[in-house]
């Protein structure tokens, strides 16, 4: 997706057991921008605590689940969730009694589950689901795979199939988030196919649902179709285009959410191999080229697909494999109550692989704040919200269910940034200092730098690159650091473009607080 940012390695897959692939070197390059959120999305509650502060805890609520991919809250007064599992079934959880037994629905006699990444993947409940009782399901279907959108009536026990791409060739890049905008309109996600460098060249097309995020009215028909396009979707009318499509360039988007505050939408794309991106939309803008596979994250993707004077709209995060992740788990923005001092207004995502819980707040000057705030359980495929705007996670083996909680925790260790740039090269001197209560004895500090950035020469240190990711390890002579005692180090640079100094940093796994 055209780009801009930091950090992992990816999958070829969604977010189910993804298989690391071979990591291969390729050009940085400027993306093209179109606008991308920061400054268009409107006003963002601002929350007054610091991201470094912040610490991110889980608690599990219920076992047993096989393989859940998703979960919904029906907005009917009873406190429930709804959670799908791969197979085919959708389970019930409430916080009073637990996990209940007997399915909600069974429809695994029309779900293809063979292959890692198919199966149940999303659900949807629309506004009037006390009324109406109806849900809405993303799966793949038998006998190839086909990703289908399909309504089902629980009054009637009866699956009604809406729409389907064919995804024979390949089984893993689905997609399948389904999540209704504030638009009352249902969005729906797929992958580029699946197999490795968009074979099929499906981002950049329009005349494929592959790759891309719809927009479909589902509330009536238009005849042929059970389903009505939107007249102001941004292809209508397009000669060869699929009217449905809302965004494109995408890879495999595997969740992405609306914002309940002013409707913007974020988006977690799995990468290729070298990077993981999070994209966030302003509300109601649609038609944007999200790059791929022209670009992956901020990257030119080598043999990508690359149209003269395309525009791609950047992603506001990136980051890279060697922080240990896979595939990017596209969360929420916190709109709940309980946390609302701590977290209100600020986007959690987590991966698949590394666990790292990632806030991500836009900062007022058209960037973001960001910080890793502490570890999901193993393997989380899917981050949802109850009514109320509270958090849960999902996991796919051992298949649990865990609360989402945040707490306060003052970072015990800040970085202060010395930068002097100059044509194509930089310095950089930190001063780490211990504001905690307790001697550091030995040290790593762990901190990003900018796309196209590469470290020549370092002091004080014992410094190793990692792509973008660097891992600065104390020296004999400053192993110790007393609390209120501060140790220095630096780094030479050379850069494409971009001399900015790293956002973020992790002291022996901690978050840091970040001066100048």
């Known amino acids: 997706m055209g780009r801009r940012l930091t950090l992992v390695l990816s999958t070829l897959a969604t ?74 079934t959708v389970r019930v959880y409430h916080p009073d009694t637990g996990l209940a037994g007997p399915p909600l629905l069974d429809i695994t006699s029309a779900v293809d589950e063979t292959g890692n990444e198919r199966g149940l993947l999303g659900i949807a409940l629309p506004a009037d689901f006390a009324d109406s009782q109806d849900l809405y399901l993303a799966y793949t279907a038998p006998p190839d795979g086909a990703v289908t959108l399909a309504r089902y009536r629980l009054d009637e026990s009866r699956l009604e199939v809406l729409l389907s791409q064919e995804h024979a060739e390949y089984s893993n890049h689905n997609g399948g988030q389904l ?50 396009v939107p007249a102001d979707n941004p292809f209508v009318g397009t000669a060869g285009a699929r009217e449905e499509i809302w965004q494109y ?14 409707g913007s939408l974020w988006i977690g794309d799995v990468g290729q191999g070298r990077w993981e991106e999070i994209d966030h939309l ?21 043999g990508g697909d690359c149209a003269p004077g395309a525009e791609y709209t950047e992603p506001v995060f990136t980051y890279s494999p060697y922080t240990g992740g896979c595939s990017v788990i596209g969360g929420h923005v916190y709109r709940g109550e309980q946390y609302a001092d701590l977290v209100g207004g600020t986007y959690i995502a987590t991966d698949y692989c590394s666990s790292t819980v990632w806030a991500l707040r836009p900062d007022g000057r058209g960037g973001y704040e960001q910080a890793e705030i502490g570890q999901m359980p193993t393997q989380v495929t899917s981050i949802g919200t109850t009514v109320d705007g509270e958090f849960y996670v999902v996991n796919d083996l051992p298949g649990g269910l865990h609360r989402v909680s945040f707490t306060r925790e003052e970072p015990t260790c800040r970085v202060d940034r010395t930068v002097t740039a100059w044509g194509t090269g930089t310095t950089v001197d930190l001063t780490v200092t211990n504001t905690g209560d307790a001697p550091v004895n030995g040290w790593t500090l762990e901190f990003p730098l900018a796309l196209g950035q590469t470290v020549v020469s370092d002091w004080n240190t014992e410094l190793t690159q990692g792509s973008n990711t660097i891992s600065a390890g104390s020296a004999p002579h400053n192993a110790a650091i007393a609390p209120g005692a501060s140790v220095t180090l630096g780094y030479l640079a050379e850069h494409t473009g971009d001399a900015s100094p790293p956002p973020r940093f992790m002291l022996n796994g901690d978050a840091c607080a970040v001066g100048r």
């Open 15 to 88: 977010a189910l057991l993804p298989a690391l692939l071979l990591l291969t070197p390729l050009t940085p390059a400027p993306a093209a921008a179109a606008s991308s959120a920061a400054a268009e999305a409107g006003p963002v509650q601002a929350s007054p605590v610091p991201l470094p502060s912040l610490d991110a805890t889980t608690t599990q609520v219920a076992s047993g689940l096989r393989r859940p991919t998703a979960l919904a809250a029906p907005d009917d007064g009873t406190d429930r969730l709804f959670i799908t599992e791969k197979r085919g």
């Open 249 to 262: 360039g995408l890879r495999n988007p595997w969740r992405f959410s609306f914002d309940r505050a002013d």
């Open 282 to 302: 302003a509300a109601g803008q649609g038609g944007l080229n999200l790059g791929w596979s022209c670009y992956e994250g901020l990257e030119k993707f080598a």
């Open 179 to 228: 999540a209704f905008g504030p638009d009352g309109n249902l969005y729906w996600s797929i992958g580029d196919g699946g197999g490795s460098g968009d074979p099929f060249d499906a981002g950049q097309r329009l005349d494929t649902l592959l790759g891309k995020i719809m927009r479909v009215d589902v509330s009536r028909g238009c005849a042929p179709l059970a389903y009505c």
